[in-house]
Every structure is written in structure tokens, then in C-alpha cells.
């Protein structure tokens, strides 16, 4: 036990374990607001009788209709707000943690919304969060064989990004199919 102690610093801490605090958890926040809830829980009607300027603000974390509706996989949700014009403005937006609407709908596997989101004209799945993750990277990691497919043959995604820890997305996931076609895409 002498080790272990002698490496403790005076607040019970490990120095040099994680110095910028980039591994520290996050709480995950909750809509908070009308528009938020309903992008959130895929009440279309109320995101279409919103005000369209509406569509653009942002909450206390910085998440947009958008967001939450990417995140939550509201397809409907998505799809509206991705045919109007405003749209062109928050595609890429980075909300709460420095996510983009790309990131997480891939994170949680949303298949068709991921399918949505990349056919917007100006999405750019190669942004990454505060983290440096990646959508390709939550994809891979999280298991979402499906969505990483979807990712690669929009032809849109850089395989070789690297992550905080220094991993590309073929690095960064436990299952060995999903890591060969990563590593195919990079030849074709």
C-alpha cells in the first residue's frame, strides 16, 4: 500500500493520471424548453408550429432543436428540420461537450437519422467533439455495425481521424467486423 500512497498528492488524487481532466464523466443534460422537448420526444407538429427563427436558438448547453432530436433518434423531427433553410446554419453546430448532430445520432445507433443527416449537402462528419471523438469513432466503439456502414459508403468519412488517445475508429472498437471495413474502405 506505501506505493499507492506515496503517489496520492494532498486532495487523495493521482497526479499525472488525467491533468487536463479529459477523462472526467459528464452528466448528460435534459431538454429544457418547449421546442427542446418536443425535437426530444418527436412531437413533429409542435417543431413545425414553432417559429422558424425558433429553429436556430440554442438551450443553457448549447444544443439546438436539432440536437436533440438527432440524439434521440426522431427521425420526423430531423428530416423537417433538415428541409429548411435554417438548417444550413446549425448542420455542423456543436452542442453540449462540443457534439454535433452527426455525432450523436451515431453514438446512439439512430440508423435512419445518421442516413439523413449525411445527405445533408454541407454535414461534415469529420468534426470532432471536446474529446476528440469523432461520429465514425462513437459508431465503431459503440458497436453499431449498421451505422458504420452507412458512414463509410457515404464516402464522406475519414477513416484515419484520431482520437484523444491517439486511435482511429478501426482502432477504437471490439468487433472484428466492424474493424475490417473500416480497414477495407481505406483500400477502395
Not at 418527436?42 to 425558433?54: F, K, M, R, Y
Not at 442516413?115 to 449537402?121: M, T
Request: hydrophobic share 35%; net charge neutral; proline share 5%.
Amino acid at each position: 500500500f506505501r506505493g499507492i500512497i506515496s503517489i496520492m498528492d494532498v486532495t487523495g488524487k493521482y497526479p499525472g493520471i488525467d491533468p487536463d481532466n479529459s477523462l472526467r464523466k459528464f452528466s448528460t443534460p435534459k431538454p429544457a424548453g418547449k421546442l427542446f422537448e418536443a425535437a426530444a420526444s418527436g412531437d413533429l407538429e409542435t417543431v413545425q408550429n414553432a417559429p422558424q427563427s425558433h429553429l436556430v436558438q440554442v438551450d443553457e448547453h448549447g444544443n439546438t432543436a436539432l440536437l436533440w432530436a438527432a440524439d434521440r433518434g426522431q427521425f420526423d423531427v430531423v428530416h423537417y428540420i433538415m428541409q429548411q433553410k435554417e438548417s444550413d446554419s446549425i448542420i455542423n453546430l456543436k452542442g453540449y461537450l462540443g457534439n454535433s448532430a452527426l455525432t450523436r445520432a451515431a453514438r446512439g445507433g439512430h440508423v435512419s437519422t445518421v442516413q439523413a443527416l449525411l445527405s445533408h449537402p454541407l454535414v461534415d462528419p469529420n468534426i470532432c467533439n471536446e474529446k476528440m471523438q469523432y461520429p465514425l469513432h462513437f459508431a465503431a466503439y459503440k458497436k453499431h455495425l449498421e451505422v458504420v456502414m452507412i458512414m463509410l459508403e457515404s464516402g464522406k468519412c475519414d477513416t484515419m481521424v484520431k482520437d484523444r488517445k491517439g486511435r482511429t475508429p478501426a482502432e477504437d472498437t471490439s468487433v472484428k467486423e466492424i474493424r475490417d471495413a473500416i480497414l477495407k474502405s481505406r483500400t477502395s
